[in-house]
């Protein structure tokens, strides 16, 4: 008797022992834990829920709260770009932030003729995803004298602007340079402080006087 009552006592620990490790494996499956440090940017799992086993994550998070920018590029720019070129973005509701572009685009949508580069934003813990963005990525800068860009005339001789000297209209060759939204580069024929004809300068020639309005 003493006996099976002994074999009895070992099946109900054994049994128990089984129903610890169960336990502790249940325990296991209700902690969630990320691969990775970051910020939880959406959650699909709710409080005492089972979730399914649709593939549908619980929890969506951004690596150490890091936030990029994913923006069409046009093909015409993508030659003058390169990683690590710097990036000037302004963010919906948020205001300017800088940045770096990571990746170049690896194709090119033949309908729209864009492709998609990826800019690596700065910390700011304004961020969020989703938000609307637009900006620069600069390839070179530098100061530089400029003009409106219908200021230069160009033909076959070259270009040439209309410069204003004591209310005498002189032609200037020039050698122009980039072009910057509405005004283009002289890189040189002009100095600082000069005046020239902003428009219609094809109307005027060597001599002309003319009234400059203030």
Not at 42 to 49: F, I, N, Q, T, V
Request: cysteine-free.
């Amino acid at each position: 008797l003493a006996a099976d009552g002994l074999g009895v006592a070992e099946a109900a620990r054994a049994q128990a022992d089984a129903s610890r490790r169960l336990a502790r494996l249940n325990l296991g499956y209700a902690r969630i834990i990320a691969p990775v440090d970051g910020v939880v940017v959406a959650r699909g799992a709710e409080l005492g829920a089972i979730p399914g086993t649709g593939g549908d994550p619980l929890f969506t998070l951004v690596d150490k709260g890091e936030i990029e920018l994913a923006g069409d590029v046009i093909e015409t720019a993508l030659n003058g770009l390169k990683p690590g070129d710097p990036a000037e973005i302004a963010v919906a509701g948020v205001g300017p932030v800088t940045g770096k572009l990571r990746l170049l685009p690896a194709s090119v949508d033949p309908m729209t003729r864009l492709g998609l580069a990826r800019i690596a934003l700065d910390p700011d813990p304004r961020l969020r995803v989703g938000l609307f963005a637009q900006g620069w990525i600069v390839t070179e800068r530098r100061e530089a004298l400029t003009v409106p860009l219908t200021a230069i005339l160009a033909d076959a001789k070259g270009e040439r602007v209309q410069v204003v000297r004591n209310g005498v209209v002189e032609t200037r060759p020039v050698r122009g340079g980039l072009i910057w939204q509405g005004r283009r580069e002289v890189l040189e024929g002009l100095k600082p402080g000069e005046q020239v004809v902003a428009r219609a300068g094809a109307f005027f020639a060597d001599g002309d006087r003319l009234r400059v309005a203030p």
